[in-house]
């Protein structure tokens, strides 16, 4: 069978890239290792730690909010084989949709483990056994990425867990062990937390979220110490020990040398997560991996091979379903000889606590470190009437501009739905809009983009209306 292009992996890169192919005209087919295509995002990633996440916050508002909104509840409880019924529904929903729009744009899609026999030639080794090869002009690799699992932390799926087996968890486990303070660890221990686990989070580094803006950082680790989660910032782990009903994880503070022993029910580990480029017969075709396993691609995403090309988690970047589906679609309108263009520093990333984060554009420690003169204006979300209305009123607004053109640089925020109302900030950025912009725009009344609004006056000469 010969194909146009071909793409391995179905995540939300690879689908999108086969979509938009196939949108293009070209002849395209899809080979995916699982019976269910949707990749790690929608079958054991994003879409199912947002089901939980939505389930876990109806469950502690009801259980510790309504009360002060005048709604009274008893004998209330966690029905947890319910909860994953409904999260598995939702994950099972969205996959068939993904298999629906393979059928609308006529893609043909492979079941089995994809490689490279040479560069136009792919062996789809079945699930039963058997094993087909087909012919492409192209190829897009596509396989994301598996969690970083240290054969130290004694990984063995029952007590010593990813978020795979975090998000399939029969019982409510009484007490439970994060390692690591990034996105995952911190998105999976609050769903757990809500529900009235006692979790502890260990973090190697001296803060939460590395590599997002400090003060966010902060106002959602105040947040989530009101969760009852407690933080060992600056620790090292070196050692985890699994029995069949508990866990036990030394670490030790830095510059330490007494170890500290938390035992817990569970311990998840989410210290990152690594390419996943197995099997690919990646050696068949002469490309060489990076040092941190990454395939190497130039500006167009080629690899070093003419024709094939990588993209997603399996690449240089943040690890994001939105950052691989733009690669996708950019890979897919260049086979098409068209002229697409992607602003990395316009990519947003969102933590799926609550309160949210989320972010786009440069932090102030870069800005320092690049030499770039910058204002900050801020503007907390208590001093909003919608978040008064709504009982969200923790976090923050921060607006950084050009100090010398005003130009919008980063906006960062925690606080009640600024997963979407990050969107805002992006779609200005693109535009090279002012803090001044940004100000100008009626927002409307009540709502949480008010304090967009607010922020971008404070960062124009100290604007600010309701503070």
């Given at each position: 069978?010969?194909?146009d292009?071909?793409?391995i992996?179905?995540?939300?890169?690879?689908?999108?890239?086969?979509?938009?192919?196939?949108?293009?005209?070209?002849?395209?087919?899809?080979i995916?290792?699982y019976?269910?295509?949707?990749?790690?995002?929608l079958?054991?990633?994003?879409?199912?730690?947002?089901?939980l996440?939505d389930?876990?916050?109806?469950?502690?508002?009801?259980?510790?909010?309504?009360?002060?909104?005048?709604?009274?509840?008893?004998?209330?409880?966690v029905?947890?084989?319910?909860?994953?019924?409904?999260?598995?529904?939702?994950?099972?929903q969205t996959?068939?949709g993904?298999?629906f729009l393979?059928?609308?744009?006529?893609i043909?899609v492979?079941?089995?483990?994809?490689?490279?026999?040479?560069?136009?030639t792919l062996?789809?080794?079945?699930?039963?056994?058997?094993?087909?090869?087909?012919?492409?002009?192209?190829?897009?690799?596509a396989t994301?990425?598996?969690p970083?699992?240290?054969?130290?932390?004694?990984?063995?799926?029952?007590?010593?867990i990813?978020?795979?087996e975090?998000?399939?968890?029969?019982e409510?486990?009484?007490?439970?062990?994060?390692?690591?303070?990034?996105?995952i660890g911190?998105?999976?221990?609050?769903?757990f937390?809500?529900?009235?686990?006692?979790v502890?989070?260990?973090?190697?580094?001296d803060?939460?979220?590395?590599?997002?803006?400090t003060?966010?950082?902060k106002?959602?680790?105040?947040?989530l110490?009101?969760?009852?989660?407690?933080?060992?910032?600056s620790?090292?782990?070196?050692?985890?020990?699994?029995?069949?009903?508990?866990?036990?994880?030394?670490?030790?503070?830095?510059?330490?040398?007494?170890?500290t022993?938390?035992?817990?029910?569970?311990?998840?580990?989410?210290?990152g997560?690594r390419p996943?480029?197995?099997?690919?017969?990646?050696?068949?075709i002469g490309?060489t991996l990076?040092e941190?396993g990454r395939?190497?691609?130039?500006?167009?995403?080629q690899t070093?091979v003419?024709?094939?090309?990588?993209?997603?988690d399996?690449?240089?970047g943040?690890?994001?379903?939105?950052?691989?589906e733009?690669?996708?679609v950019?890979?897919?309108?260049l086979?098409?000889?068209?002229?697409p263009?992607?602003?990395?520093n316009l990519?947003?990333?969102?933590?799926?606590?609550?309160?949210?984060?989320?972010?786009?554009?440069?932090?102030?420690?870069?800005?320092?470190?690049?030499?770039?003169?910058?204002?900050?204006g801020?503007?907390?979300?208590?001093?909003?009437?919608?978040?008064r209305?709504?009982m969200?009123?923790?976090?923050?607004?921060?607006?950084?501009?050009?100090?010398?053109?005003?130009?919008?640089?980063?906006?960062?925020?925690?606080?009640?739905?600024?997963?979407?109302v990050?969107?805002?900030?992006v779609?200005?950025?693109?535009?090279?809009?002012?803090?001044?912009?940004?100000?100008?725009?009626?927002?409307p009344?009540?709502?949480?983009?008010?304090?967009?609004?607010?922020?971008?006056?404070a960062?124009?000469?100290?604007?600010a209306?309701?503070?």
């Amino acid at each position: 069978m010969q194909f146009d292009v071909t793409i391995i992996g179905s995540g939300p890169g690879g689908y999108v890239a086969a979509i938009r192919c196939a949108q293009l005209g070209m002849k395209t087919a899809i080979i995916e290792k699982y019976d269910v295509l949707g990749g790690t995002c929608l079958n054991v990633g994003c879409i199912p730690s947002k089901a939980l996440l939505d389930s876990s916050e109806h469950f502690h508002n009801a259980a510790h909010r309504f009360a002060e909104h005048g709604i009274k509840v008893s004998s209330l409880k966690v029905d947890m084989a319910q909860m994953i019924r409904r999260k598995q529904d939702v994950v099972d929903q969205t996959c068939k949709g993904v298999a629906f729009l393979m059928k609308k744009n006529k893609i043909t899609v492979f079941h089995g483990v994809g490689s490279f026999v040479d560069k136009n030639t792919l062996r789809i080794d079945k699930n039963d056994g058997s094993s087909e090869q087909i012919t492409t002009a192209k190829t897009i690799i596509a396989t994301g990425s598996k969690p970083v699992t240290p054969d130290f932390m004694a990984y063995d799926k029952n007590r010593v867990i990813t978020s795979t087996e975090a998000l399939n968890l029969s019982e409510i486990p009484a007490t439970m062990v994060v390692i690591g303070a990034g996105v995952i660890g911190l998105e999976l221990g609050s769903v757990f937390a809500r529900l009235g686990t006692k979790v502890e989070v260990v973090e190697f580094m001296d803060r939460i979220l590395p590599g997002m803006d400090t003060d966010c950082a902060k106002e959602l680790q105040k947040t989530l110490k009101t969760l009852g989660m407690t933080f060992h910032l600056s620790h090292a782990v070196s050692e985890v020990k699994a029995g069949k009903k508990q866990v036990a994880v030394s670490m030790k503070a830095k510059d330490a040398e007494a170890v500290t022993t938390l035992s817990a029910d569970y311990c998840l580990i989410a210290i990152g997560r690594r390419p996943y480029t197995e099997g690919l017969g990646l050696e068949n075709i002469g490309i060489t991996l990076d040092e941190k396993g990454r395939i190497p691609v130039d500006h167009h995403l080629q690899t070093s091979v003419e024709g094939v090309y990588a993209i997603g988690d399996v690449i240089k970047g943040a690890m994001l379903a939105h950052k691989a589906e733009e690669e996708g679609v950019l890979v897919a309108e260049l086979l098409a000889g068209q002229k697409p263009h992607i602003d990395y520093n316009l990519i947003p990333g969102v933590v799926y606590t609550w309160p949210e984060v989320s972010a786009v554009g440069k932090t102030e420690e870069t800005l320092k470190t690049e030499g770039i003169p910058y204002k900050v204006g801020k503007f907390p979300f208590k001093a909003l009437g919608r978040a008064r209305a709504s009982m969200d009123v923790e976090g923050l607004v921060k607006v950084i501009a050009h100090k010398d053109t005003d130009e919008l640089l980063g906006v960062h925020m925690v606080g009640p739905r600024v997963a979407d109302v990050i969107m805002e900030a992006v779609a200005l950025m693109e535009f090279r809009a002012s803090a001044e912009d940004m100000a100008r725009i009626c927002h409307p009344h009540p709502t949480y983009t008010e304090a967009v609004k607010e922020a971008a006056l404070a960062a124009t000469e100290n604007r600010a209306l309701h503070v």
